[in-house]
Structure formats: C-alpha cells, structure tokens
C-alpha cells in the first residue's frame, strides 16, 4: 500500500475523457468510497448526487462561467451537497 505522500505527490485533475462509460459498479464504488472520507465529528452532513445523462453534465458544465466545460465530456460527475 502506498503511503498518503505518494498518493498526493500523485495526485492529478483530469480535463480530457476517454468517452468510455462506467459500470454501475465502478459508481457505487466511487460513492462508497466518498461515503467513508472523514467529516467532523462523523455528521457526515453531505449528500452525493451521481449525474451520467450527457444532457444534464452539459448544463452542469455552464452553471460555472470559467474552468468548467471538461464536465461535459466526463462519463460521471458527482455534485457533493453539504450543510
């Protein structure tokens, strides 16, 4: 197992997508894993909403004025809601 230096010397943010889909596994892995972050005093006070319609990623990708038009061509976008 990799120790968290590496993992974040690492690190990277993805702008260009292979078109390729993900398996409803691969999502609820990815959720799965969000689920388990840390959060203060374990509220967990957040919500995670999966988008994967082309057409909704496209409208969320003009809901920001800069940097955001790659989330029209991601396969997923996952919108984190936190009180």
Request: aromatic share 6%; proline share 1%.
């Amino acid at each position: 197992m990799e120790n968290f230096s590496d993992l974040i010397k690492k690190r990277r943010s993805t702008r260009k997508f292979a078109g390729e889909t993900l398996s409803q596994d691969q999502v609820i892995a990815l959720l799965k894993a969000a689920l388990m972050s840390p959060s203060s005093k374990r509220s967990n006070s957040w919500q995670f909403i999966a988008i994967e319609d082309k057409a909704m990623l496209k409208k969320l990708a003009g809901c920001k004025e800069e940097s955001a038009a790659f989330i029209a061509d991601a396969a997923l976008a996952v919108v984190v809601l936190a009180d």
